[in-house]
């Protein structure tokens, strides 16, 4: 049963954008958010939203240059990349917490329970 679908994926040249966006087909949803793996590395995180109130976090790479913002209509959470570099080229992967209690930061993976497939973003320089 598939509940989050991912699109948006691709290869942009570098300094270029890309837009990334997850469709939610559950029915609970606290927070929203987008990690990636590049090759070789661990998944890391990129960025989060609550689902009530919209707060966005972001992890320092991509402070500035990413925007992630979401479709409560629709339950939609999207990944706006701008000024993307070699360094962003990765499979990136969203993901839901459908229940968040609080007193765990939402940077972290486990706190999320529904996993999107991932899509590949890669940045030619």
């Known amino acids: 049963q598939v509940q989050l679908v991912e699109s948006g994926g691709g290869l942009v040249q570098a300094g270029g954008s890309l837009r990334l966006s997850c469709e939610y087909f559950g029915r609970t949803l606290s927070a929203a958010a987008w990690f990636r793996q590049a090759p070789g590395t661990e998944r890391e995180y990129v960025a989060h939203?609550?689902?009530?109130?919209?707060?966005?976090t972001y992890a320092d790479s991509v402070k500035g240059r990413f925007t992630i913002s979401r479709d409560s209509d629709k339950n939609t959470v999207f990944l706006q990349m701008n000024i993307v570099g070699p360094e962003d080229t990765a499979v990136y992967y969203c993901a839901v917490a459908t229940f968040y209690s609080g007193g765990w930061s939402l940077k972290l993976q486990n706190q999320y329970d529904v996993w999107g497939q991932g899509t590949q973003v890669t940045v030619s320089s």
């Open positions: 939203i609550t689902w009530r109130g919209g707060s966005a």
